[in-house]
């Protein structure tokens, strides 16, 4: 079992850039896929990237570029700097860890891109 805390949203400009943060209540090492997700407003929730503990990463088509997913296991955290923001990108942030048949939810962090 693990808890996670996302933090690091906010209203951003067009253009701008984030980093999002997710703090696990326990050692990552063993937590084989952590991933981020996002949901907007009347979609469903959907991947925008995750990374194995060997360090291999997977990005939606849409951020491909632009976002880049990190995990430091010394400080059970893990990142995701997002650039070249743009106004689609705007949406509830969701951090997750998969562990054996269990998948696991931080409460969210919302991302605005506004000018």
């Known amino acids: 079992q693990v808890q996670l805390v996302e933090s690091g949203g906010g209203l951003v400009q067009p253009g701008g850039s984030l980093r999002l943060s997710c703090v696990a209540s326990?050692?990552?090492?063993?937590?084989?896929?952590m991933g981020w997700y996002r949901q907007a407003p009347g979609k469903q929730r959907e991947l925008v990237a995750d990374?194995?503990?060997?360090?291999?990463?997977n990005y939606a088509d849409s951020v491909k570029g632009r976002f880049t997913i990190s995990r430091d296991n010394a400080k059970n955290t893990m990142y995701l700097q997002m650039n070249s923001l743009k106004p689609e990108d705007t949406a509830v942030y969701y951090c997750?860890?998969?562990?054996?048949?269990?998948?696991?939810w931080g409460q969210g962090t919302q991302v605005t891109v506004s000018s």
């Open positions: 997750n860890a998969a562990i054996g048949a269990f998948r696991y």
């Open positions: 990374i194995t503990s060997g360090g291999g990463t």
């Open positions: 326990r050692s990552i090492i063993s937590i084989y896929a």
